[in-house]
Structure formats: C-alpha cells, structure tokens
C-alpha cells in the first residue's frame, strides 16, 4: 500500500499522466482538423462549380444582349434612313406647294 502512495504522489507519475492525455488531446485535434478540412476542400469545389456554372450563364445571357442590341441599333439605324427620306420628301411637298402660293 505505501508503494501505491508513494507512486501516486510521484511528480513522474502525474508528469507521464499529462503527457499521455496532452498527447490524446493533440491526435484528436488533428483528427478533427483533417475532417474539416476535407469538408472545406468539398464545400470549396462545389462553389467553384456553381460559380463556373454562374459565368457561363453570365456569359450566355451578355451575348444574347449584344446581339439584341446590335439588332436594336440596326433598327435605328434603318429608322433613321427613313426619316431622313420622309424629312426630304415632305421638304420638296413644302417648296412645291409654296411655289404654287406665290405663282397665284
């Protein structure tokens, strides 16, 4: 009995005690750090796909818009040929009928 007492009062004893459960403690905590990791490792290829995926319907959709608009300028463009022709005609209507006021 006195050699279990003399044991446990050992600072040896205790000292081999705290490093067995430091080590324990330490192995847990890499155990769980590499399981976050992985799940960050996941996590982060799933927001590059989602992101990927995000760009080409970004990109997709900014095409389309440029071709509306190419499509929306042409349209002017051909409205404005058009007004420039009515502008003329109505120009030369005016000066002919002004001619006739004045040869009145």
């Known amino acids: 009995m ?6 446990a009062n050992s600072q040896a ?3 081999f005690c705290c ?3 430091a ?3 330490i192995r847990e905590m890499r155990k769980e750090n590499i399981e976050r990791e992985k799940e960050l490792k996941e ?7 989602e992101a990927q995926r995000r760009e080409e319907r970004l990109l997709n959709h900014l095409d389309r818009s440029n071709e509306i608009q190419q499509q929306t300028s042409t349209a002017l463009q051909s409205i404005q040929r058009t007004m420039i022709t ?3 005609r109505v120009d030369r209507v005016e ?7 004045e040869d009145q």
């Open 2 to 7: 006195e050699i279990a007492q003399e044991i």
């Open 13 to 15: 004893v205790w000292a």
């Open 19 to 21: 490093i067995i459960l």
């Open 23 to 25: 080590a324990a403690v």
């Open 43 to 49: 996590s982060n290829s799933v927001a590059r796909a």
């Open 86 to 88: 009515i502008e003329s």
């Open 95 to 101: 000066k002919k009928i002004y001619r006739k006021r």
